[in-house]
């Protein structure tokens, strides 16, 4: 199994920019988080999706930011406008959560500088 | 409001001693915990749990300690190895809960 992944790996922009990142959970998985980490706060929970339905989305900052799950295979985080407070990495993860208890799988992460 | 707290950010422990590292909670609908790993560049990977109904987990060279009372739980590695350096995050969750809340994780290095 290739494991979640994301993309891309690094973005750098400037202020004001729309950015996008994306998330493909492992095949079956049918929860999806995002997560983004900061050195004051550690692991923060944006959002989560089970069955491609956004749960609980208490987390997200701002209404700059938004996310999508429009397929099993397929989530979407978006900025819009981006600030250089967001800059920070951002990590995909799922899970099964008919097995898998809460283990989370996470992906390799997106880090993002805004400029 | 944090409510899973590292409060160290750094240890550094020489190769072959005991490393331990601490975690607080103040939610007491927790019930269960579990420790990350993360090295740089890569998300973080699932390394050790243990439920509300035991004081101890180990696996191999991890052992993972619940206090339920002082609400905090420790990871020991022993021995530490050099591949042991990395970020460790502890996190929990409550009952019925989807959601994993993660601390703001501590650097171990482990030096030769």
């Known amino acids: 199994d290739a494991g979640v992944i994301q993309s891309p790996r690094h973005e ?51 209404d700059r930011f938004s996310a999508k799950m429009p397929n099993a295979s397929f989530s979407t985080l978006k900025i819009q406008p981006s600030e250089p407070r967001d800059s920070a990495v951002y990590f995909c993860a799922s899970r099964n959560r008919r097995f898998s208890n809460e283990k989370l799988f996470f992906g390799s992460g997106t880090q993002l500088s805004v400029l | 409001d944090q409510q899973v707290k590292q409060n160290s950010p750094s240890l550094s422990v020489q190769e072959g001693r005991i490393s331990i590292l601490n975690c607080d909670y103040t939610n007491s609908m927790f019930d269960y915990f579990l420790w990350y790993k993360k090295y740089p560049a890569e998300g973080p990977t699932f390394l050790i749990s243990i439920s509300s109904i035991k004081d101890k987990n180990e696996d191999g060279r991890f052992t993972v300690f619940l206090n339920k009372s002082a609400k905090h739980l420790s990871l020991h590695i022993v021995p530490s190895q050099p591949g042991d350096s990395a970020v460790y995050f502890c996190a929990a969750s409550a009952m019925g809960a989807q959601k994993l809340v993660f601390g703001q994780g501590t650097r171990l290095t482990i030096n030769p």
């Open chain 1, 12 to 62: 750098v922009t400037e202020m004001g920019q729309e950015v996008t990142l994306r998330c493909k959970p492992i095949s079956g998985h049918n929860s999806l988080f995002w997560y983004r980490q900061t050195m004051m706060r550690g692991l923060e929970l944006l959002i989560y999706f089970n069955n491609n339905v956004p749960i609980d989305d208490s987390g997200m900052p701002e």
